[in-house]
Every structure is written in structure tokens, then in C-alpha cells.
């Protein structure tokens, strides 16, 4: 078992016991979860023989051993190759982790059964969050799953079918003017006032970010190896991170000697982790230019909280990665050809680690004959009206 040694702060180093907290109390920076000592892949493995999904994995996790997960079965999705897309890109071997086969159909619920299950250990009255809208239904769900009170908080742009499943899943819904930015900060007023548990899927909640390593360990499974480079979807890119940190425990688990290259993509009206990377900063600003995507899922200013960005960054230039903005018309493309050509339907937001292939390509990032997973993060079945 990993056993926490503190939530450390990511910008001064500060450590935190494992308490319920979301910043550090010195600088206000976001916190990741430190163990006592690196996981043991041998011991990892044996531990979680008699558990699916994730919690194969829970040695990785930071949940105390006698805890109950609150589980939906989550991970374990399928990573599949796209013959097609190898064709018309001319790349040798183009593979997809297929996330949208999630119970909620989207990755999210790797991240928020972890929260829920930490939730349950803290002895919470209730949990919020702030959502575009996949973290939203899977918070619901899990909610449910835990006997527990949600409420959402959500642009009024969300689309329909996400705020209808949330309902159905029994969460209340807060309908807020502007844009996730604008929720984030009245989900985390709630959580301030009531003590209910902030399970917003930024990098606020350390203990569902942790969640989302176990995309890596599934990975580095089915591939029987470590891909070149690996494609993710972003909005603050808390999967991202949390995916190269998954390879850097397998590596130090003796799993592997290779790290995988990390691209992050964005769409354009909404890209200030990419214009970041484009321009060769060092920070992420938040972006002031109007927002105009069909990619509702990762489209985040970061208007408060710039710093996520830049840990995001930071995580891309340590994979010697690259951050990657689409065009709404190309990622639409991908959409429908992904659905004609392969038999997945996924969310705009999604197609974007598929429509970066050809940017990556022409930039000259990914090579020929290099191997790369796209990660599709979510089911377009819950964003019809995106679809022309
Ligand atoms: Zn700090």
C-alpha cells in the first residue's frame, strides 16, 4: 500500500498532511499527493488481484487499505487501433483509448469514484462541483452510488443531454451566467460554507486527480509497452498530468525505462495552455478572447486559477511533449469520420486528440513511424446538438 506522506504544494514544496484541503495554506498552489515510498509493482499487483477496473490499482491510490471503493466499475476501456486514420495520416500505428465506455461514458469517473470513495472516508455531508458537464453526471452518479447530496454547478451553455443525466442521477443543478470559470468559483463558495467536499475536476481535489493515473498503468498494460506519444483533450489538464505521473510511478516501480511525450489539445477560440506552449512561456494566462467552440468540454479560461495551466504546461515540456490547438471544422471532421470509419462516437471535445494528429504531423512533432494513443475522452451521445 502507498501510504500518503502529505498533499505537497506543486509551486513552494510545502507539505500538507492528508487532510481535507485543496490549496496550500502558504502560496495558495495546487497540491499533489506524495507517498512514503515509491509502489512496489510486484506487491501493486498482487494487492489488487481480487479488483476490477481501477481499483486493480488501488495500491496506486491514495485510499486507506479497509476503505470500500465506491465504485460504478469504471477503466478498464478498451485500447483499440484506427486503421483509417493510419491510412490517411500516413503514420504508422494510431491507436484509441476508447474512455467514452466509462459507466457515465466518459474518463471522468475514474477521477471522481477515487473522490467519492475519499469522500466517504472524510465523512462528508454532501459533495459539489463545478462541470462543463461530464464531471457533473459522473459526480452525480457516484453521488448516488455513495448516498450522498450533490449539487452542480454549470455554465447555462451545457449542453441538454449532460444537465438532463445529471437530474436523472438525482443531483441539483445550478444554472450560472458566463463560463466555467464563473461556476468554479461559486462551487468552491459552497464547499466553503457548507464543508461539503469540492470534487471539481481541475487540480483542486488532489484526491481525484489521482484517479486519472490509472489511464497510464491501463495503458502501459494493453500496449503491451510505453506509446511515443500520448494525446489528451485539456481544459486545465489535470488528466495529463496525472497520466505522465501514472508512467513516472511505473517507471519507478521498475515497469519501464521509457516515458511517453504528452500533447495537450485545446480548441482554438479557448487555448490558453497552447498559446502558452506555442509562444515558449513559462506561465499560462488566462484567456480573454471571446470563446466560440463547439468543444464545450475542455473549453476553460482558467480566468482565476492561470496556475493550472502552468502546471499543466510544466508537465508538457518535462514529456518534451507539445500543446496543440484545433479548429472546431477539423475536430467536427474527425468527429464524423471517427463514427463512419471506426464505429465511435465521440464528443467534439473528444475529436481533438484525433484532428491534433495532423497538426502534430505537420509541425513536424510526431514522426512516421512513431506510435501514438489518442485518448477519447467522452461519449458524443451526451452533446447531440453539436452534431450538424
Ligand atoms: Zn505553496
Redesign the pocket.
Known sequence: MAEIKSLT??????GHQAELIY???????SLDVEYHSEVNGEEAEAAGKKESGIWKYRSFLPIAPNSEPVTLGEGNTPLLRMPSLEMELEQSEVYFKNESANPTLAFKDRALSVALTAAKQFNVEGVVTASTGNTGVSAAAYAARAKLPCKIYVPKKTPNEKLRLMKIFGAEIRLVEGNFSDAYLMAAQQAETTGWFNVTSTFLNPYAVEGNKTIAYEIHEQFGDVPDWIVIPIGAGPLLVACFKGFKELQLAGKTSKLPRMAGVQAASCAPIAAAFENGLEEVAAWKQPIATVASGIADPLTTYPKDGTRTLKTIYASDGCGIAVEDDRMLHYQKKLAKEEGIFAEPSSATAIAALEVMKRKGYLRKNESVVSVITGHGLKDLMSIQ
Not at 490549496?23 to 498552489?29: I, L, M, P, T, V
Open positions: 504544494c506543486v509551486d513552494c514544496g510545502h490549496k496550500c495554506e502558504r502560496c495558495e498552489g
